[in-house]
């Protein structure tokens, strides 16, 4: 089942995945790169701090080993100690911070920092004997196995080579004064180590791309999990349906809140509806605040009747309205003259109901003539 399950995840991790990988703690990271970045800042630091180290160790070691009567009459010898270790502590501080601060920064080359509650979080599953020597011959442990002893038997070889190469010259330190034979013998150990550190640095070039192959290899996905995650992202199709109903119902809702406010309403009489608005003071030209086909369009036409908005009848301009003007934005040029005729009526309509007089009449379009132009086939000649 394992393979099987392996064989379906073929698409690469998504960067959702990555980041919750990254929550659990779940990081590329190589212990080879931590131990030659320890060796090698270790190194450098006993290069560099050499003989200023030897010269407090060797201070340490006579403080040690000189004896005075006080010091033998001093009945805790345990405290003592104790202040040996602490001074000699104190003396190799800047070696063991070099290396524990390299160790520490160098996994950040490759996953950066990362703090993750969830990795610390206990996990019992793991205390199953069962379990445990399961893992001990599963493909990954056999890896870590066959790395290790490569490992050692890398560094033994570069060792070796490395002290065969001048084991002349360390067999004769027996023959040279102490002082030259202490100098002599720290650039030999200190050739060594960077001996030693560049096999490390070798091994970790080959080990930190192998360990960023296998963490995005662990998180790749089956192309169903890719789909599943995609709907989550963007939302379940039922979900956005009704979320975009819900969103369309308050869009009407506002339309119909704006069309007692209208000036007028132009209708096809019964497919089409456009209610339309005109301020001298505050608008260039006439703005459409609502319209609507069908029951939108009827919603329209009985709103405007309740607040006793006007309606006209010009079906070429109802539908030239419809679609050619987006909602709440001004008339185009193109149909300015028509609207004109429409508020004109509408204007003339409201005096004769204060004033009385003449009855206005509607404004009439020629038969088939969209306002502006423009051919309707569908059209009714008359308003």
């Keep these: 089942m394992a393979d099987a399950d392996a064989e379906d995840r073929t698409e690469q991790p998504t960067a959702k995945r990555l980041r919750e990988a990254r929550e659990r703690g779940q990081i590329a990271r190589s212990r080879e790169l931590g131990a030659a970045a320890a060796l090698g800042a270790g190194t450098l630091a006993l290069a560099s701090t050499g003989p200023s180290l030897a010269a407090a160790c060797a201070s340490w070691l006579r403080g040690a080993l000189s004896f005075t009567r006080a010091g033998l009459a001093e009945p805790d010898l345990a405290a003592h100690a104790g202040r040996l270790a602490l001074d000699l502590f104190l003396i190799v501080a800047p070696l063991v911070a070099a290396a524990v601060f390299a160790a520490l920064v160098a996994p950040l080359a490759m996953g950066g920092l990362a703090f993750s509650v969830k990795a610390m979080t206990p996990d ?97 996905m089956t192309r169903e999990e890719i789909r599943d995650e995609l709907k989550e992202s963007e939302g379940r199709p039922e979900v956005k349906g009704r979320i975009r109903r819900l969103q369309h119902q308050m869009a009407n809702r506002r339309m119909l809140e ?61 539908r030239a309205l419809y679609r050619q003007v987006e909602l709440d934005r001004e008339v185009p040029v193109a149909l300015y003259a028509a609207v004109a005729q429409v508020l004109t009526f509408i204007y003339q309509l409201r005096a004769w109901r204060r004033h009385g007089g003449r009855m206005p009449q509607p404004p009439t379009l020629g038969p088939g003539e969209t306002p502006g132009g423009e051919a309707d086939p569908d059209s009714k000649p008359d308003l």
Excluded: C
Excluded at 153 to 176: C, D, K, P
Excluded at 269 to 293: C, E, I, N, Q, S
């Design 258 to 318: 704006a069309v007692p406010r209208a000036d007028a309403v132009v209708v096809n009489p019964t497919h089409y509806a456009v209610a339309l608005a005109y301020d001298g003071k505050r608008m260039r030209a006439p703005r459409v605040v609502a319209k609507g086909v069908d029951l939108i369009a009827q919603a329209i036409r009985e709103t405007a009747q309740r607040h006793g908005v006007a309606i006209v009848e010009a079906p070429s301009l109802a």
């Design 124 to 220: 019992f599953s793991r205390l199953n004997p069962v379990a445990g020597l399961r893992r001990l011959v599963e493909p990954r442990a056999l890896a870590e196995l066959a790395k290790a002893l490569l490992r050692v038997a890398l560094v033994g070889a570069v060792a070796w080579f490395a002290l065969r190469a001048r084991i002349v010259e360390f067999l004769s330190l027996a023959a040279v004064p102490v002082p030259l034979a202490i100098a002599h013998g720290a650039s030999l150990v200190l050739f060594a180590l960077a001996a030693l550190t560049l096999a490390l640095v070798g091994i970790a070039a080959i080990d930190v791309p192998y360990q960023l192959w296998r963490h995005r290899r662990d998180l790749r």
